[in-house]
């Protein structure tokens, strides 16, 4: 997706372990998001970002930690991955926070 | 009760068909209303974005948002196999809160 990018694209770790996913975009947009996408729940929020160091919890925080040093950069960790976070994770951003989204391919993540 | 239900269908359809898509919704608050379209292993991409109630319409595609009903429906004309996705719909009270339904599998067979 043009201007979005995530990393890595497939990951498989082991319950316990710590994980880092990226989101790099080149749009220079103040709102970054993640989300997380499950059969039958649809798209929920995780975390966003409206600046640089300002974020905050959406609805499904527990157990996630985001970072933004940069502009271009949100990062997602989960602390120590559980199967319950075995998920498809979007990165999304919006130029405005009344616009519609821009979301990158996903991370496929797999907790074994 | 999920503040946004949308059928998952799947649905199936031939060619050329109007295709009508729907989602409701519980919180009257809500005031943007967006539909995406997401192709399989793809994130999902921006179609149509409304606020408040009313119609809008861009090619093939219609949005019509119903609020008195807390009601939202896609209306896709001359589907083609292309159209081919899921569809979610996703709509927003507060500037930073975004919530979307779970989608529909739409397949438009040639």
């Given at each position: ?100 989204y821009t979301f990158g391919s ?7 | ?73 896609l209306f896709i004309r001359d ?32």
């Amino acid at each position: 997706d043009a201007g979005i990018t995530q990393s890595p694209r497939h990951k498989v770790t082991e319950t316990g372990t710590p994980v880092t996913l990226r989101c790099h975009q080149t749009e220079n947009h103040r709102y970054m998001y993640w989300y997380r996408q499950d059969p039958g729940h649809g798209l929920r929020l995780i975390h966003y970002s409206y600046g640089v160091k300002d974020t905050d919890k959406g609805e499904v925080s527990d157990g996630y930690s985001v970072s933004r040093s940069k502009t271009e950069d949100f990062l997602l960790t989960l602390e120590s991955a559980t199967s319950s976070q075995t998920s498809v994770y979007f990165c999304a951003i919006s130029e405005s926070a009344l616009g519609g989204y821009t979301f990158g391919s996903g991370t496929r993540l797999t907790v074994v | 009760q999920k503040e946004v239900e949308q059928d998952p269908g799947p649905l199936s359809v031939p060619e050329g068909a109007i295709v009508s898509l729907n989602c409701t919704y519980s919180n009257s608050a809500f005031q943007y209303f967006m539909w995406y379209r997401q192709y399989s292993r793809k994130g999902p991409e921006l179609l149509m974005y409304t606020y408040s109630s009313g119609n809008k319409e861009d090619g093939r595609f219609t949005a019509q948002v119903d609020k008195s009903s807390k009601y939202i429906s896609l209306f896709i004309r001359d589907s083609q196999p292309s159209d081919s996705a899921t569809y979610l719909c996703a709509m927003s009270a507060r500037l930073d809160d975004m919530r979307f339904g779970a989608g529909t599998r739409l397949t438009v067979k040639p």
